[in-house]
């Protein structure tokens, strides 16, 4: 069965820290995957990521994907109170039904 | 604001009330997706439409009755609903590519209180 697991569940840090949240997947035909932020309702759309090694950037968040040992980083630095959100990862299954498998999310909080 | 917009925002209805939740999507996308998020909950994947079809049911329970007319329009109808139902319910839009590379939109949510 394809799953995407992210780890920590939460993080508490202060501002100005470098967070790294972590997703790894098990998904059968892989293509690309996702990372998402949701505050307090949508999730909104970060990075897509297909190829390894390869990072993408914007702004203070960076990520990278490894293919080979499945998992994927998400990194934050310099937090600031904004980012306090939850994380989400998800990658999209080959079959026809055009779903995606979210992970159970990283709740990061940042203090003042 | 999104190109996926979801009415009403918020709802409080009685376990015996029939209500309708309304997601529109105004991007063009030909797959359209309904899933439930309970606090502090990862989201669940509710049903699934590819070109109007219904391609995922998962187990959803029948007082969830979803209907899409067209691929820019998607209704969840609720009807004796219970209390562990109310959550946020999120409506959501891609465009389906055989190279899965496409990501989804979201919209705003609905969120439910059943009384």
């Known amino acids: 069965e394809d799953k995407v697991v992210q780890s920590p569940l939460s993080l508490v840090v202060h501002e100005g820290d470098t967070v790294t949240l972590n997703c790894s997947y098990e998904v059968t035909n892989f293509r690309s995957l996702l990372w998402y932020k949701q505050e307090k309702k949508a999730p909104t759309f970060l990075f897509m990521l297909t190829s390894s090694g390869i990072e993408k950037k914007s702004g203070r968040l960076s990520s990278i994907l490894d293919k080979k040992e499945l998992f994927s980083i998400l990194n934050i630095t310099a937090t600031q109170t904004g980012d306090s959100a939850v994380y989400l990862c998800a990658a999209p299954e080959i079959s026809g039904t055009y779903k995606y498998i979210f992970g159970t999310g990283t709740r990061l909080k940042v203090l003042a | 604001e999104t190109g996926v917009t979801q009415t009403p925002r918020h709802l409080v209805m009685g376990m015996t009330n029939k209500k309708s939740l309304k997601c529109e999507q105004h991007l063009g996308h030909n797959a359209m997706y309904w899933y439930k998020q309970s606090a502090k909950k990862p989201l669940e994947l509710m049903f699934v439409?590819?070109?109007?079809?219904?391609?995922e049911n998962n187990s959803v329970p029948s007082r969830f009755s979803p209907e899409c007319p067209n691929s820019s329009h998607l209704f969840l109808h609720l009807h004796t609903l219970q209390p562990e139902d109310s959550a946020l319910y999120l409506c959501?839009?891609?465009?389906?590519?055989?190279?899965?590379?496409?990501?989804?939109?979201f919209g705003p949510g609905t969120r439910l209180t059943v009384t």
């Open positions: 439409y590819n070109f109007k079809e219904q391609t």
């Open positions: 959501a839009s891609s465009q389906p590519s055989a190279s899965r590379t496409s990501y989804q939109y």
